[in-house]
């Protein structure tokens, strides 16, 4: 069970799973759209039926507001502590925070980036991690876990709310790019992401729990997993 505290943190108020309204997480039984900054991302987002429930992932909220959706996403979910730690390196963060604060697109945040001192509206606690191979193969009730990038830990929520459909958009996991041009310093071209086998081990456990993965774009986790194209 998850701790009332964090190791980083005095208590767990805005915890998204006992402080958000029931309106605020994605309805049971429908989809939930899941975006992420890939390449390709920038190439599906207008296949995103208007309306949908979407949650933005990391620097992905910016295809948001560059494409002038008429409707908001209906979450900013980030877990990386790095992006206020290095600002320099991540020149998008204080932007997309920006943005989402005067649009009132609710901020999600992990424990361990909330504990840097951001304000957020809602918190989410990220272990026993996927990453841990001693950990629980399932999701654990209430949590979020961590490993396999956002979008592993992304897919967790609509498993965890009943939807009936998860539904990636530019969660490539593979090669250096991001849907603005820019390259991650970690990755070459046509690369793996590193932390691929956690986030297939995380998809498995939100397919378990009774989640049908779909993707509108091309996304090397089908090479693990059963995931439908539409």
């Known amino acids: 069970m998850r701790p009332e505290v964090s190791p980083d943190t005095a208590e767990f108020a805005r915890d998204l799973f ?70 320099e390196k991540y020149p998008w963060w204080a932007e997309a925070n920006r943005l989402c604060r005067e649009h009132a697109i609710p901020r999600v945040f992990s424990w361990q980036l909330a504990a840097q001192g951001i304000e957020c509206e809602y918190t989410f606690y990220t272990c026993p991690s996927f990453g841990d191979k001693h950990a629980p193969d399932d999701l654990v009730p209430g949590v979020m876990r961590s490993g396999g990038t956002i979008a592993g830990v992304a897919g967790q929520l609509p498993a965890h709310c009943g939807c009936a459909r998860g539904i990636l958009d530019g969660v490539d996991m593979i090669g250096r790019g991001y849907f603005d041009g820019s390259l991650s310093e970690r990755r070459q071209d046509g690369q793996l992401f590193s932390e691929i086998e956690v986030a297939v081990r995380s998809f498995k456990a939100c397919q378990r729990a009774g989640l049908q993965l779909c993707t509108l774009t091309e996304t090397a986790l089908s090479n693990y997993l059963e995931i439908e194209r539409v």
Not at 45 to 63: C, D, E, S, T, V
């Open 18 to 87: 006992r402080a958000a309204p029931d309106e605020l997480l994605p309805p049971a039984g429908g989809d939930c759209y899941i975006l992420g900054s890939g390449p390709k991302g920038a190439v599906g987002w207008h296949r995103i039926p208007a309306g949908a429930y979407l949650l933005a992932l990391n620097k992905a909220i910016m295809i948001a507001f560059q494409q002038r959706w008429p409707w908001k996403p209906a979450m900013w979910l980030c877990a990386t502590p790095e992006y206020l730690r290095h600002p």
